[in-house]
């Protein structure tokens, strides 16, 4: 289980543009959820379908956060790991 977390680490910190193409795509999978959000909020009539619409929208929204997150992370924490990883 080590030994695959740290090549996971090791393959993630080693593309920075991979990791930056990353947290595009996440901000724009956040922003897309919670614009859902609010057109079911203001435009949709209040029923069921509105309520499924903003689920959907806030599943999607978390979604682009944690898509954002493992961008961010193989960007710098990650990238800082596999820097010293190299040197030994």
């Given at each position: 289980?080590?030994?695959?977390?740290?090549?996971?680490?090791?393959?993630?910190?080693?593309?920075?543009?991979?990791?930056?193409?990353?947290?595009?795509?996440?901000?724009?999978i956040f922003v897309f959820g919670?614009?859902?959000?609010?057109?079911?909020?203001?435009?949709l009539a209040e029923s069921l379908?509105?309520?499924?619409?903003?689920?959907?929208?806030?599943?999607?929204?978390?979604?682009?956060?944690?898509?954002?997150?493992?961008?961010?992370?193989?960007?710098?924490v990650l990238r800082i790991y596999?820097?010293?990883?190299?040197?030994?």
């Amino acid at each position: 289980m080590k030994n695959a977390i740290h090549k996971l680490a090791m393959k993630l910190g080693n593309n920075p543009r991979s990791a930056l193409i990353k947290m595009i795509q996440g901000g724009l999978i956040f922003v897309f959820g919670i614009l859902m959000l609010m057109v079911a909020d203001r435009v949709l009539a209040e029923s069921l379908s509105q309520e499924i619409i903003a689920l959907f929208g806030l599943i999607l929204a978390g979604c682009g956060v944690l898509w954002t997150l493992v961008g961010y992370l193989s960007m710098s924490v990650l990238r800082i790991y596999h820097m010293i990883k190299n040197k030994d």
